[in-house]
């Protein structure tokens, strides 16, 4: 059984900087694609950043120049390193796992909580 493994939320005051782990345990193969999404209470899960099997990145607008996505195929772990960090970017953080072809599979992380205070 495959399983998503989060670390490094935290706590950070505005202007800090905190790195996330994803780390897949289990037997995975073939993900194309590695991602971060963020949740706050009473709003849609949103994509923050994901990264492609060959190192492509995208980033929502509310991130670019301050959060930086990458991955370590060899250990099926992707990370989010966060720099100027903004109450604004205060939720729960998720890493996705997917394989975008035959068989399409969707893997996620428990969720890490990320608190930034001003």
């Known amino acids: 059984q495959v399983q998503l493994v989060e670390s490094g939320g935290g706590l950070v005051q505005a202007g800090g900087s905190l790195r996330l782990s994803c780390a897949a345990s289990g037997s995975i193969f073939g993900i194309d694609v590695m991602g971060w999404y963020r949740q706050t209470p009473g709003k849609q899960r949103e994509l923050v950043a994901t990264i492609s099997s060959v190192g492509s990145t995208y980033y929502a607008d509310s991130v670019k120049g301050r959060f930086t996505i990458s991955r370590d195929n060899a250990k099926n772990t992707v990370y989010l390193q966060m720099n100027g960090l903004k109450p604004g970017d205060t939720a729960v953080y998720y890493c996705?796992?997917?394989?975008?072809?035959?068989?399409?599979?969707?893997?996620w992380g428990q969720g890490t909580q990320v608190t930034v205070s001003v």
């Open positions: 996705n796992f997917k394989r975008t072809y035959w068989p399409e599979s969707t893997y």
